[in-house]
């Protein structure tokens, strides 16, 4: 006979259906779709990017087929408690790769549509690769990789002996370097990229510079939001790291850009990576409302500073218009 823990992993799907349904047809519901990057990658293995014919094809069929808000649209329903029209969407991307400026922004312009764009502020002008995309680079596309390696940094340790042991080590400091903060893990890369004789970035995986971004931000297809500075996992900082990259990036991009951000998203946004004191601290430092990283339509009655979001992949567009359908038809 099922033990009652299994019972109830058995049944947790279905009630997150029927739940899902429940708020459909009490508060109705926008699918709210993440982006991250509009580019042709040879490697991609967070699958992050969607490629400009892709989403060229993703806009086309939103505009004929859903309902695209305005950011101003989506405020207005979320934080007056309004039903959301029937089959509404609202488009976001994350992090601020040079790509959403040079290939999304004139995606979205050509089709008239509006996207909410968060910004690890930290990286941009940069010149560095986002820390997952240094990661790539170190161990995954690095030919100079030794067959042994050893470093510490303090309670840092890394280490392979083997071919098992080093395939391994990329996958193993995504999960590690996520809950460092962000110092850090800057720190530890900036010593490894050293070690490993990987320095020089990819000039496809660069953020945008400040001169972009200042550009960019004056885009009738743009809205500007804050995705921390550093890009750590806020749900594993203490409350006074939290608001230095909650507050921080807010900050540093209103004196950048020279208008108020009243939007942010935790940076990775699912349920480890944000906890009370975050969302407490987007509160109280004045962000209008949230994002999160969790499947689920957003309503009138959702958590404002927790809404979920819907990961878009680079799917053809018949794959894309059965997956947005089924976000809206849970």
């Given amino acids: 006979m099922p033990s009652a823990a299994r019972l109830r992993s058995a049944l947790r799907p279905l ?38 014919s892709n ?7 939103l505009k004929r087929k ?39 922004r004139p995606l979205l312009e050509k089709h008239g549509v509006e996207a909410l764009f968060y910004i690890a502020n930290g990286y941009i002008g940069s010149g560095r690769e986002f820390w997952w995309d240094e990661l790539e680079r170190i161990f995954c596309l690095n030919p100079t990789l030794p067959d ?35 110092t850090e893990r800057d720190v530890i890369l900036a010593e490894l990229r050293v070690a490993l004789h990987s320095t020089e970035a990819r000039a496809t995986h660069l ?10 931000a004056r885009s009738r297809s743009v809205v500007i939001g804050a995705h921390s500075i550093g890009h750590c996992s806020l749900g594993y900082r203490t409350k006074s790291e939290q608001q230095a990259e909650i507050a921080g990036s807010q900050h540093a991009l209103s004196t ?47 958590v404002r500073h927790a ?3 819907f990961l878009v992949r680079d799917w053809h567009t018949d794959e894309f218009d059965r997956e947005v359908h089924s976000f809206l038809n849970p």
């Fill in 15 to 52: 009630v997150h259906r029927l739940r899902a349904k429940k708020d459909r047809i009490l508060h109705g519901g926008c699918a709210v779709l993440l982006y991250h990057r509009v580019a042709d990658l040879i490697t991609d293995p967070q699958q992050l990017a969607v490629s400009p």
């Fill in 55 to 61: 989403f060229d094809a993703h806009l086309d069929l």
């Fill in 66 to 104: 859903y309902k695209v808000l305005r950011v101003a649209e989506f405020d207005d329903h979320l934080l007056n408690g309004k039903r959301f029209p029937k089959n509404s969407v609202l488009l976001t991307f994350d992090d601020g790769y040079e790509d959403n400026h040079t290939i999304a």
């Fill in 148 to 182: 042994t390696f050893a470093f510490k940094k303090e309670d840092f340790h890394l280490s392979w002996s083997t071919l098992q042991e080093r395939s391994a080590v990329y996958d193993r400091l995504l999960t590690e370097l996520r809950k460092l903060s962000s």
């Fill in 207 to 216: 953020p945008m510079t400040q001169a972009q971004l200042k550009k960019f």
């Fill in 256 to 302: 950048m850009l020279g208008q108020e951000i009243p939007y942010f998203s935790y940076p990775f946004g699912t349920g480890a990576d944000f906890n009370a004191a975050s969302i407490e601290l987007a509160r109280s430092n004045g962000y209008l409302h949230t994002a999160a990283n969790y499947p689920g339509l957003a309503h009138k009655g959702s």
């Fill in 307 to 309: 809404f979920p979001r």
